[in-house]
């Protein structure tokens, strides 16, 4: 009995902590590259674009994977599919022309469509003219991949008008990882227990004299070891919570009135400049008066989503009556909530972006026209504005204003450079933002 535990005890000692090891770090990579696969498989951009889309226009009613006042995305396009043809016409190109207009759908007599028509007690969802197909293909792709997690770091490129991004992404949900890893130390911490009872139990059975069992929380090292892992652990939390200080990135408020900037700015093509005048003669974007909302709703008193509803609020802000096509004697400006907010101490000037820059809105806003309510779309972060001066270059040449800028004009006329960028002529200086 003796030999047979010193043959398999003592090695194991050493070989079970040693394949503890390689466990983690296999079991870690085979995870990681889990995710790398997932994201691989799966178009990021298209699934950003995707979820910015479902949030805008789905949200309210649809979960992905849970029944809510709609049915669950997930596998939408699959469960039409699955239907067959209808009229000649492939349950794909019904879903796609259900999002956009169920009425239709319905009194073409398409079963699908009937069918979820009554299980949710004759309710017609919203209809969405304004999406096109390839918004809900993205869509399609957010809800079945909806539990991908990614966290996107972006690092801006040189483009014409402004800075595009690159994404990198984890797609595996992170308090899955969290556990794994939790499991493996549980492991980990089993095994070496286990091994060092074994050997103690070889060593006594040879009359050997063995220390005394230390249990792990009383080890010296171990606790040494995790205060260290604390301690770090806490400070990344602390510069992370105070770098996220002031910032609002994907905030949402509600608006008095339900206004789709996809509909005006996406469907009608609207210039934002056209609202949003004085972005480009002034340091501020002005938020559009309820006159300016009144040029086109004098005419334009119906909306294709909600009617009359709230094109009625524009009214009695205007203090409009639509019968006689007359002004009252007490007009209100309309209380919209602003989104984006910059600290006091930052001087941002939208007349110097977009007239002098020539930086397009949604360099900065992102994608409005697609937004059905505006959100905040970038960090507007300091180091996100850097990175842009970085990367974007000036309108250089033939330009009086940058005459003054030799060195940079030889350069490029030697082909030592090929553009100019905003931090070339200054603008990662401190009192450029901040005076």
Same mark, same amino acid.
Request: net charge positive; aromatic share 10%; hydrophobic share 35%.
């Given at each position: ?130 999406? +096109? ?97 604390? +301690? ?22 509600? #608006? ?112 409005? #026209? ?60 401190? #009192?450029?933002?901040?005076?």
């Amino acid at each position: 009995m003796t030999n047979f535990l010193r043959s398999i005890t003592k090695p194991t000692f050493h070989v079970n902590r040693l394949l503890s090891l390689v466990s983690l770090t296999i079991l870690l990579n085979l995870f990681a590259f889990s995710a790398y696969s997932q994201a691989a498989n799966v178009d990021m951009v298209k699934w950003k674009a995707g979820k910015a889309a479902f949030k805008n226009n789905c949200a309210s009613c649809h979960n992905p994977l849970v029944k809510g006042t709609g049915p669950a995305l997930a596998g939408a396009l699959d469960r039409w599919t699955a239907e067959g043809k209808h009229q000649g016409i492939d349950g794909k190109t019904w879903l796609y022309r259900w999002i956009k207009n169920n009425n239709e759908v319905r009194a073409a007599g398409n079963p699908r469509g009937l069918k979820i028509f009554g299980e949710y007690a004759g309710v017609a969802m919203n209809v969405f003219p304004a999406l +096109t197909d390839a918004d809900i293909e993205a869509i399609l792709l957010y809800s079945d991949n909806s539990a991908m997690n990614t966290e996107a770091k972006v690092e801006p490129t040189a483009g014409a008008s402004g800075t595009t991004g690159t994404e990198t992404d984890s797609a595996f949900p992170t308090w899955i990882l969290v556990v794994i890893l939790a499991l493996l130390i549980c492991m980990v911490f089993t095994l070496n227990r286990l091994s060092g009872s074994l050997y103690r139990l070889t060593k006594e059975s040879q009359g050997e004299s063995v220390h005394a069992f230390v249990p792990f929380y009383k080890n010296k090292r171990i606790i040494i070891l995790f205060g260290i892992l604390v +301690t770090v652990f806490f400070f990344y939390l602390l510069i992370q919570n105070a770098t996220a200080l002031g910032r609002q990135q994907g905030y949402q408020p509600v #608006q008095p009135i339900k206004f789709s900037h996809a509909l005006h700015a996406g469907k009608h093509q609207m210039d934002c400049q056209y609202c949003h005048s004085s972005a480009s003669k002034s340091k501020h974007a002005n938020i559009p008066s309820v006159s300016t909302c009144m040029n086109c709703h004098k005419v334009v008193q119906k909306g294709p989503v909600y009617g009359t509803e709230e094109i009625a609020k524009i009214y009695k802000y205007a203090d409009y009556n639509i019968d006689t096509k007359t002004y009252g004697s007490n007009p209100k400006a309309i209380e919209w909530t602003r989104i984006h907010n910059l600290p006091d101490h930052v001087f941002f000037s939208h007349a110097q972006h977009v007239k002098a820059g020539g930086v397009k809105c949604q360099t900065c806003h992102g994608p409005v #026209q697609e937004m059905e309510e505006v959100y905040q779309y970038a960090p507007l972060s300091m180091g996100w504005c850097i990175n842009c001066h970085r990367q974007t270059e000036v309108n250089f040449d033939g330009n009086k204003y940058y005459s003054i800028y030799e060195k940079y004009h030889k350069a490029k006329a030697e082909g030592k450079m090929k553009g100019v960028t905003v931090e070339d002529i200054g603008g990662t200086e401190c #009192q450029k933002c901040h005076y």
